[in-house]
């Protein structure tokens, strides 16, 4: 077992006897909360350092002399939009991880009709799929029960898992299940793509988690953050399987 840290107040006993009463608290959580916290601060701000650093060598390799040179100069340009636009992704990821962190077990609770919900994410990402021929199927059992919960934060839910099964597929399928389960809704978003290796399952969920091929790929490592804590702030669970090169399986119990 993990060793405990303990806080002690030593308090000497006045009188003829003397002696000292020590007082133990035990604050290991605090201080893994702490450490959490201080690690989730560094990463951060390494990732947004990345492309700024980025940024400014290129404006500076302008300024000396690029902007003369149209082709590089246009090619430096759209270096810079694209960096631009990894900032903006990931000040809007932490943002989001934040206030769903903080307003953790505090959702909205109503009636979350699913069909909607899984609808408006499957169009978002219609002509994505359709680009990169992915099929995008969609299976729900006839009399689902709403869920309880934050239609918004539902519908992020479906984006994010859509964004990596279509990220990470080539030419195939992407089925989104539910089913009516005891006491709640059971959905599975498969894909028949690239995979997980095993070696990396278990950190997926960890904030700024990246694969090796996500890193040509785009993304915050923040996605998957983001769907765990709105799975289990409705009082869900969430699991996932894969295998290399055959396609991953997310599947969640959403409490109705
Ligand atoms: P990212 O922004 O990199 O997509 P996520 O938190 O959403 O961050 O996912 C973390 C990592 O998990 C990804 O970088 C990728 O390696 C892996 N991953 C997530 N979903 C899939 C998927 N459907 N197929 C293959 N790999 C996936």
């Known amino acids: 077992p993990e060793p405990r840290i303990f806080r002690v107040h030593l308090t ?6 003397g002696g000292v009463v020590a007082l133990f608290r035990d604050i290991t959580e605090r201080r893994q909360l702490e450490q959490m916290r201080t690690e989730f601060v560094a990463n951060a701000s390494h990732e947004l350092r990345t492309p700024l650093t980025s940024i400014r060598g290129f404006i500076e390799a302008l300024r000396d002399g690029a902007i003369n040179e149209p082709e590089t100069a246009r090619r430096f340009l759209g270096i810079i939009e694209e960096e631009t636009d990894r900032l903006t992704e990931l000040v809007d990821d932490l943002l989001k991880l934040a206030t769903i962190e903080e307003r953790r077990n505090m959702f909205g ?14 169009d978002t990402f219609a002509s994505r799929a359709r680009q990169k021929g992915v099929a995008l199927r969609v299976e729900l059992a006839d009399g689902l029960p709403p869920v309880i919960g934050d239609q ?11 964004d990596n099964a279509v990220k990470f597929t080539e030419k195939g399928e992407i089925t989104i299940r539910a089913a009516a389960a005891e006491g709640g ?42 769907v765990k804590h709105i799975v289990e702030g409705h009082g869900g669970r969430i699991r996932v399987m894969s295998k290399p090169g055959k396609g991953t399986t997310f599947s969640m119990f959403l409490p109705a």
């Open 12 to 17: 000497p006993l006045r009188g003829p006897q």
């Open 109 to 122: 609770r109503l009636p979350v009709e699913l069909p909607g919900v899984v609808q408006r994410a499957v």
């Open 152 to 162: 918004k934060l539902l519908t992020q839910m479906f984006i994010n898992l859509l």
């Open 185 to 226: 809704v059971e959905v599975e978003v498969l894909d028949t793509g690239a995979g997980i290796a095993p070696e990396h399952l278990p950190r997926i969920f960890e904030r700024f988690f990246r694969g090796d091929k996500a890193r040509t790929q785009g993304g915050t490592g923040l996605g998957l953050a983001i």
